[in-house]
């Protein structure tokens, strides 16, 4: 009896500490075990859907698991529990399939509204082109006419090489940081066109909460809103050949303001005029 009421306690001071650790803020940032929320709308809509699962997925895992240990420890042959002798219950059988069906149900019609909004691409402020290569990307800006290569940036590229003699820990984003970011204006809907040239790769940035396969022969498409000024990180998702590890995606999310006269200077290196002040895609990311 003991021994019985020892593992009780010590099942209940488990449970407490889980418990603990997802009702207490500080514990999520500490163990970092969550996804990320990001800085785009998708991302915080995709957040709470992801949250709105987990906290579905926890009160069933709770009613479960408590009836099963209450059954397990409330009938035990020790202390002369005898087992039921009766076939089925035809009312429990259409309980216990109708309640999964209506779980399923309610959570599928958030899941499917979540996957119809990350699917409309319709009416984008911009619209860039991307093609992987092995290894580095491309972005053309089809509004505005000009086009550059994305690569890892010359410190990660001399620190990788054999015998480099070069400390990692010393570049901040080894691996993680390239010559020529692509550059979207904060507030503006960003329409992605992306496929390959050679084998397959995936455009991939966990803030933005976008991750696409880049396929030769075919154009995926996808789109971002990003909503907070700042350097975003991401790297090629699918193994794509030997350096497929030195092959990071990086974008810049600049104030509509900043973002023309980035693609101001970007025309005139392209040998185009610059774009007027009142752009109609800036004014429509200031919104």
Known sequence: MLHAKSQVARLLAGVAALAALFVAP????????????????????????????FWVCVAI????????????????????????????????????????????????????????????????????????????????????E??????????SNQIRQLDSGMDPSEHEHYLRDVDE???????????????????????????????????PGFINEFWFRVEQPGVYRGQCAELCGRDHGFMPVVVDARSPEDYLEWVNERRVLAGL????????TVAAASE
């Open 146 to 155: 000009f086009q550059y290569f994305s690569n890892i940036d010359s410190l």
């Open 26 to 53: 500080a514990a999520f940032a500490a163990w970092d075990l969550n996804m990320p929320k990001g800085v785009t709308e998708l991302s915080d809509d995709i957040w709470n859907l992801h949250m709105l699962i």
């Open 61 to 144: 895992a709770v009613v479960v698991f408590g009836a099963m240990f209450y059954s397990i420890f409330k009938f035990q042959k020790a202390k002369g529990a005898v087992p039921g002798n009766f076939n089925h219950s035809t009312t429990l059988e259409i309980v216990w399939t109708a309640v999964p069906v209506i779980i399923l149900v309610a959570m599928a019609i958030p899941s499917a509204r979540m996957l119809v909004k990350m699917e409309d691409t319709r009416d984008p402020d911009l619209t860039v082109k991307v093609t992987g290569y092995q290894w580095k990307w491309a972005y053309e800006y089809l509004d505005d």
């Open 181 to 215: 970011p692509m550059v979207v204006p904060v507030g503006a809907k960003v329409r992605v066109l992306i496929t390959a040239s050679d084998v397959i790769h995936a455009w991939w940035v966990p803030e933005i909460a976008r991750k696409k396969d880049a396929i």
């Open 273 to 280: 005029p610059p774009r007027p002040t009142s752009d109609a």
